[in-house]
């Protein structure tokens, strides 16, 4: 099957700074890719949406200047937590799909823990 | 917008056949629905998809009745691996976004 990466798998940051979360399909071309975050004991909650080569869709509440997301390739998306805080941590999770009638496919996650 | 209800938790012990079934009563025509398992700590991992009647894979078996506003999925013979938290989703692609809304999913604990 279709085959996600992300890295880093966790990341511990202080307050303020800002950490870069790379999604990696690595034996497929992703048309699409998309950013989830996921509290505890808590279902995943889309945050936005990245098609190759354009502009981020975000979901409503989530604020775009907060959350950069860079779909560069057809392989690769970063999604970057800028001036981070405390509850900013969380599970972050990427999917990807690689035309309009795939189904998705996630990576493993990243573990972000704010100080 | 397709919205799914599941059963909030689930128990079974190792070795039964176990049965979760997602409600979709607004299911469009070109819907498709698909099950993901998720273990803590962990990203969502596809495990079947269907659009009607029946299909099976070496993991699971989806049943879809033919007004499709209900579909179940079987699990063969569980093990303790099989505790985790199943999500079922209903949607045309993954861009039309009615793909991308996550319920709450079921959380099977399977026992010795």
């Known amino acids: 099957g279709a085959v996600v990466s992300q890295h880093p798998s966790w990341v511990i940051c202080k307050s303020g700074t800002s950490v870069k979360i790379e999604c990696r399909s690595l034996d497929f071309q992703a048309t699409t890719m998309f950013w989830y975050r996921q509290f505890p004991k808590q279902s995943l909650m889309l945050m936005a949406t990245s098609n190759e080569g354009s502009k981020a869709t975000y979901e409503q509440g989530v604020e775009k200047d907060k959350f950069l997301i860079n779909h560069a390739s057809l392989t690769l998306s970063t999604l970057t937590v800028t001036s981070a805080h405390p509850e900013d941590s969380s599970f972050y999770i990427c999917s990807a799909s690689g035309s309009r009638t795939d189904t998705q496919y996630f990576g493993p996650g990243t573990r972000l823990t704010v100080l | 917008l397709a919205k799914t209800t599941q059963p909030i938790s689930m128990d079974s012990y190792e070795g039964q056949e176990v049965n979760i079934t997602c409600s979709h009563n607004?299911?469009?025509?070109?819907?498709?629905i698909t099950w993901y398992q998720q273990f803590p700590s962990q990203g969502p991992r596809f495990i079947i998809q269907?659009?009607?009647t029946k299909v099976t894979n070496e993991v699971a078996s989806l049943f879809i009745p033919a007004d499709r506003k209900s579909s179940t999925l079987s699990l063969p013979r569980v093990s303790l691996s099989d505790t985790a938290v199943y999500y079922c989703l209903v949607g045309d692609s993954p861009n039309a976004g009615n793909m991308l809304t996550f319920g709450g999913g079921t959380r099977l604990m399977v026992k010795p």
């Open positions: 269907g659009y009607k």
């Open positions: 607004n299911i469009a025509t070109n819907d498709y």
